[in-house]
């Protein structure tokens, strides 16, 4: 089709007037991009885009250019039109050789546009997503503990360029299989890790939910008797004498509670 | 205006410590180096000597009070150390300058209520703006009283009995929650206490109080809703916060005595 059409177009107008069509398609191109630019502007600034990546690296590398984030994809999207309008020209004038290259070029364009939206889109939730979980974890004074924000970024722009990688048609068969082991290695650590939480929160959510004991009662679990001073997803705490004991549901459950009634 | 000048440089003269209430960044900075104390309800310019303010007392008396025995029991400054405290009481910015020795009012324990009581501070802090919020605005326009009992819930149960059914019965709803101000409005208008657990969560409604009331010295003239706050907090670890019908002033008390005294008006 790609080949066809412009010959349809030269048989419409004369070698002349195919010319000048090309030239009207350039300039109609730079309208066109000029008025793409602005929307996009306009669509991302009020879609809030420009306030949610701020103070993102991504942003602040942008600023020093000179540009915004904003800047940045309407631009993409304002090239991507006016190559687009350049293209169609040279084709219809046969200024170049119209063959497969032009057509191949029209074809791999729009995956080279998605795979730079998949990059720069994948940068920007990575950090956001990184000072999200940052700030969740701050009250948490653990050195260690922050490598886990890293670990999502990074997580992220892997997943990102895997995007990028597969619209630009590179073999990304072992990248995905890498990515699934880590996924796979994560879920066996955080169930074999939280195991015992998991097992208390299932418990907690059926003492919650049926209250077979609450705040005030006397009872005995295992040997620790005293009175219920709270019941959260996780613990039982129970109150006898200046000695508190912080029980598991899990153990509730196993082994089972003695209500004391008087 | 040398006379104000000299007055100003007499009043801050020998000071041991300077107290920062809610400083802000700039104003921290050009402070530091001297020992300087930082009260706020948020620790915006990370002082290593800092005092978590539970709310934002509007009475400069209560603010400072509560400071100064937060930085005394931190150990920021000694027990009879001479404070100088910049605090902002009209604008955005510190517009006042008090002076003030730390041992010149006697101890009220209102830091102790929060920092040191079962009940986690921003529950109590959770429930003093409820309680705050229903003396305000009361019930349908009149007035209302309520008491909350706040931590060590399972021994207040067992120091209490109920007068009706529990509305919060196999419920699970936290002071601070959205709703709560609500419930707690329409749950108000019948008599008893709330007990609330120390995690917050409101445990029942409706208990009638029965601790023992021997030795609770309150202050002649209040009722029985005070009394039994007093009194079940003479008998267990928790803390009471009333909302008197009568003066619409509500009260905090600890271990059977009054610690805090806050007009809902002024807030």
Same mark, same amino acid.
């Given at each position: 089709?790609?080949?066809?059409?412009?010959?349809?177009?030269?048989?419409?107008?004369?070698?002349?007037?195919?010319?000048?069509? @090309?030239?009207?398609?350039?300039?109609?191109?730079?309208?066109?991009?000029?008025?793409?630019?602005?929307?996009?502007?306009?669509?991302?600034?009020?879609?809030?885009?420009?306030?949610?990546?701020?103070?993102?690296?991504?942003?602040?590398?942008?600023?020093?250019?000179?540009?915004?984030?904003?800047?940045?994809?309407?631009?993409?999207?304002?090239?991507?039109?006016?190559?687009?309008?350049?293209?169609?020209? %040279?084709?219809?004038?046969?200024?170049?050789?119209?063959?497969?290259?032009?057509?191949?070029?029209?074809?791999?364009?729009?995956?080279?546009?998605?795979?730079?939206?998949?990059?720069?889109?994948?940068?920007?939730?990575?950090?956001?997503?990184?000072?999200?979980?940052?700030?969740?974890?701050?009250?948490?004074?653990?050195?260690?503990?922050?490598?886990?924000?890293?670990?999502?970024?990074?997580?992220?722009?892997?997943?990102?360029?895997?995007?990028?990688?597969?619209?630009?048609? *590179?073999?990304?068969?072992?990248?995905? /299989?890498?990515?699934?082991?880590?996924?796979?290695?994560?879920?066996?650590?955080?169930? %074999?890790?939280?195991?015992? &939480?998991?097992?208390?929160?299932?418990?907690?959510?059926?003492?919650?939910?049926?209250?077979?004991?609450?705040?005030?009662?006397?009872?005995?679990?295992?040997?620790?008797?005293?009175?219920?001073?709270?019941?959260?997803?996780?613990?039982?705490?129970?109150?006898?004498?200046?000695?508190?004991?912080? /029980?598991?549901?899990?153990?509730?459950?196993?082994?089972?509670?003695?209500?004391?009634?008087? | 205006?040398?006379?104000?000048?000299?007055?100003?440089?007499?009043?801050?003269?020998?000071?041991?410590?300077?107290?920062?209430?809610?400083?802000?960044?700039?104003?921290?900075?050009?402070?530091?180096?001297?020992? *300087?104390?930082?009260?706020?309800?948020?620790?915006?310019?990370?002082?290593?000597?800092?005092?978590?303010?539970?709310?934002?007392?509007?009475?400069?008396?209560?603010?400072?009070?509560?400071?100064?025995?937060?930085?005394?029991?931190?150990?920021? %400054?000694?027990?009879?150390?001479?404070?100088?405290?910049?605090?902002?009481?009209?604008?955005?910015?510190?517009?006042?300058?008090?002076?003030?020795?730390?041992?010149?009012?006697?101890?009220?324990? /209102?830091?102790?209520?929060?920092?040191?009581?079962?009940?986690?501070?921003?529950?109590?802090?959770?429930? &003093?703006?409820?309680?705050?919020?229903?003396?305000?605005?009361?019930?349908?326009?009149?007035?209302?009283?309520?008491?909350?009992?706040?931590?060590?819930?399972?021994?207040?149960?067992?120091?209490?009995?109920?007068?009706?059914?529990?509305?919060?019965?196999?419920?699970?709803?936290? %002071?601070?929650?959205?709703?709560?101000?609500?419930?707690?409005?329409?749950?108000?208008?019948?008599?008893?206490?709330?007990?609330?657990?120390?995690?917050?969560?409101?445990?029942?409604?409706?208990?009638?109080?029965?601790?023992?009331?021997?030795?609770?010295?309150?202050?002649?003239?209040?009722?029985?809703?005070?009394?039994?706050?007093?009194?079940?907090?003479?008998?267990?670890?928790?803390?009471?916060?009333?909302?008197?019908? @009568?003066?619409?002033?509500?009260?905090?008390?600890?271990?059977?005595?009054?610690?805090?005294?806050?007009?809902?008006?002024?807030?």
């Amino acid at each position: 089709m790609q080949i066809e059409w412009p010959e349809v177009i030269r048989s419409i107008f004369s070698e002349r007037g195919a010319f000048a069509a @090309s030239i009207a398609i350039l300039f109609l191109g730079v309208l066109g991009s000029y008025l793409v630019w602005r929307w996009t502007h306009r669509l991302l600034r009020s879609a809030g885009v420009s306030d949610a990546v701020e103070g993102t690296p991504f942003e602040r590398t942008a600023r020093s250019f000179g540009t915004s984030t904003v800047g940045i994809v309407s631009t993409i999207a304002a090239v991507f039109v006016y190559v687009l309008a350049i293209v169609v020209a %040279v084709n219809l004038a046969q200024l170049g050789n119209p063959d497969l290259f032009w057509a191949r070029l029209v074809g791999f364009l729009p995956s080279l546009f998605v795979a730079a939206f998949a990059l720069i889109i994948g940068l920007i939730v990575g950090d956001k997503a990184k000072l999200h979980v940052s700030e969740r974890l701050r009250s948490i004074k653990l050195p260690e503990a922050s490598i886990i924000p890293e670990l999502v970024k990074y997580s992220i722009f892997y997943v990102a360029i895997l995007i990028a990688l597969g619209q630009l048609g *590179v073999e990304t068969m072992a990248l995905v /299989v890498l990515l699934a082991v880590y996924a796979f290695a994560i879920v066996v650590v955080a169930l %074999v890790a939280f195991w015992d &939480l998991l097992r208390s929160g299932a418990a907690g959510i059926y003492l919650l939910l049926q209250e077979p004991y609450s705040i005030g009662d006397r009872v005995r679990i295992d040997d620790n008797e005293g009175i219920v001073q709270e019941v959260d997803m996780f613990t039982t705490r129970i109150e006898s004498d200046g000695e508190e004991y912080v /029980v598991p549901n899990q153990k509730v459950f196993s082994s089972g509670i003695v209500r004391i009634r008087e | 205006m040398t006379g104000l000048d000299e007055f100003l440089e007499e009043l801050v003269a020998d000071a041991d410590a300077v107290c920062l209430f809610s400083p802000g960044k700039s104003h921290y900075e050009t402070l530091a180096g001297d020992d *300087v104390v930082v009260i706020a309800t948020d620790n915006d310019v990370e002082a290593d000597a800092f005092v978590k303010l539970p709310l934002e007392f509007q009475d400069l008396r209560d603010r400072i009070r509560f400071g100064v025995e937060g930085a005394v029991e931190h150990g920021y %400054v000694d027990a009879d150390a001479d404070l100088v405290c910049l605090a902002k009481v009209f604008g955005e910015d510190a517009d006042t300058v008090a002076r003030v020795r730390a041992d010149e009012f006697e101890k009220s324990g /209102v830091y102790d209520l929060f920092a040191n009581s079962r009940a986690e501070p921003s529950v109590i802090r959770d429930v &003093l703006e409820v309680a705050v919020e229903l003396g305000k605005k009361g019930q349908k326009g009149k007035p209302v009283g309520a008491l909350f009992v706040v931590g060590d819930a399972g021994k207040v149960m067992n120091k209490s009995r109920p007068l009706s059914y529990n509305p919060f019965e196999k419920s699970h709803v936290h %002071v601070g929650d959205p709703i709560v101000n609500v419930m707690l409005k329409e749950f108000s208008r019948l008599d008893g206490a709330f007990v609330i657990s120390d995690s917050g969560k409101i445990v029942s409604a409706y208990r009638y109080l029965e601790p023992s009331a021997e030795g609770v010295d309150i202050p002649k003239g209040l009722g029985a809703r005070h009394m039994a706050a007093g009194a079940v907090t003479r008998d267990t670890n928790a803390i009471a916060i009333v909302l008197s019908e @009568s003066d619409g002033l509500v009260r905090a008390f600890k271990a059977g005595e009054l610690i805090l005294e806050l007009d809902p008006e002024a807030y």
